[in-house]
Structures are given as structure tokens and as C-alpha cells.
């Protein structure tokens, strides 16, 4: 995506499920912009940029506060219902800025993530309900992380009458407004956020909608391409 360098990690550990969501796991997001990146990313300005950045993909990937739309199954990292789950904690890390942030840490998480593996665990014994059971966490096997269901972020930045895909830095210093869609391989929308000032007609956010879908489906084809690349050379290695 231009010039935008990002970098995405995840760590996984075991944890326990919160009282409202006793069935699912949970995923924090962290986005750090280097100063080298930016030097407006110095100080206050890069530490409301990650707060931002962090926040908009919570949104676009997790939905909302109930876990309605969320691109990422939290059930599945789920051990014991209500007593041990995987929490999965996703570091982003901006190493140069051209524009398009939240689009390419979107697209760096989807593949850390399909990079992930979850060791597998084993419930010793079946505790009393007000214990925690013991657990066996394997060195040696490890589920896959399935992101089929993990969408990628398409940006849509309005600048005069127009909106631009894959917008510059330049480009989004002359914006009115921008709209960030996520979309997964279904075509179901994930999550969708505002930025600007400048309301937009529904009929132009429809529209948005539908350049956003066909571009995610490019982009998500590219990524997986790369993917599947990057996985052929490690087994070759």
C-alpha cells in the first residue's frame, strides 16, 4: 500500500472468559506509530493516532460491544465455558507512513493471524463450579487459526467530488471525509467507521459500500496469494 510500511504480531494466552461473554474468548488491539514513521507521530500526536487506529480496528474487526459482526469467531478460543479461554493480544506497529494506515494494519493482522497456531490443551480433570480447572497447554500440537471469516479493511477517502482507494498521505490531507469498511470473504460487513467532518448522502455511502466490496474481494485475493506463498517457501526452508 504505497509507501506505508506496517508490521502486525499476536501473542496468545490463556485467560479467563469475562462474566457478560461466558462463552467466548477475548482479543485486545494495539497499535503503536513509531516516530521514524512520522515526525508528527512524536509525543501527543502519535499516542492519539494509536488510540485511534486501535479503536478503528476493534470496530472493523471485532463489531460491537456484544460481538455482533465481529470478523473474528471468539468462541472458538474459548477452552472452558466461563472458566478458560485464549486471549489473543494483537500488536500493530507502523514503521513508515504514507497514508492508508487502518487499511494496512488490517491486511498485516489478517496475516499474522493466518500465521497463528493455538497449542492445543488438555482439561485434566472436571473442577467444581467454583474452581478452575487444570490445564495441559501442548508444545507440540497447535490449531490452526481460521481466518476465513476475518475481513480486510477498504478505505474510501472523498476529496472534492470524488473518493480515492489506497489514498496517500498528501491525499488525505485534502479529504472532506472518509469512510473504512470491513468486509470478509462472504461479502458480510464487519464494521464501518466515519472520519471528517463533511456528512455524506446514503446514496453516495451505498456506493461506497459497493466499490469497497469489489475492491476487498482484489485485495483479499492478493493476501491470500502472498499468504500462500510465504507458506510454500517456509516449508521449503
Not at 470496530?59 to 477452552?79: F, Q, W, Y
Not at 488490517?106 to 497456531?117: D, E, M, V
Amino acid at each position: 500500500m504505497g509507501s506505508t510500511d506496517v508490521i502486525a504480531s499476536v501473542k496468545a494466552e490463556l485467560g479467563r472468559p469475562s462474566a457478560m461473554q461466558p462463552d467466548k474468548g477475548k482479543v485486545a488491539i494495539f497499535v503503536d506509530c513509531s516516530p521514524t514513521a512520522e515526525p508528527t507521530f512524536e509525543g501527543r500526536g502519535g499516542e492519539e493516532l494509536s488510540a485511534e487506529l486501535s479503536s478503528a480496528l476493534q470496530h472493523c474487526l471485532l463489531g460491537g460491544k456484544s460481538g455482533a459482526g465481529a470478523g473474528i469467531d471468539l468462541s472458538s478460543l474459548v477452552v472452558v465455558e466461563g472458566k478458560v479461554c485464549w486471549d489473543l493480544y494483537i500488536d500493530g506497529l507502523v514503521i513508515s507512513s504514507d497514508g492508508n494506515l487502518l487499511d494496512a494494519l488490517g491486511a498485516a493482522i489478517k496475516a499474522a493471524l493466518s500465521n497463528t497456531g493455538i497449542p492445543s490443551v488438555h482439561v485434566a480433570a472436571e473442577a467444581a463450579s467454583d474452581e478452575q480447572p487444570e490445564v495441559d497447554i501442548s508444545d507440540e500440537e497447535f490449531l490452526q487459526f481460521d481466518t476465513s471469516g476475518v475481513p480486510v479493511i477498504t478505505t474510501l477517502t472523498k476529496v472534492g467530488k470524488h473518493y480515492i482507494v489506497d489514498a496517500t498521505l498528501e491525499e488525505e490531507s485534502q479529504m472532506s471525509s472518509a469512510v473504512s469498511i470491513s468486509i470478509n470473504r462472504q461479502g458480510h460487513i464487519c464494521g464501518m467507521i466515519k472520519r471528517g467532518g463533511v456528512g455524506l448522502d446514503p446514496s453516495v455511502i451505498l456506493d461506497m459500500i459497493s466499490v469497497a466490496n469489489f475492491v476487498s474481494r482484489q485485495l483479499m485475493d492478493k493476501l491470500d496469494s502472498e499468504i500462500a506463498a510465504a507458506d510454500a517457501d517456509e516449508d521449503e526452508s
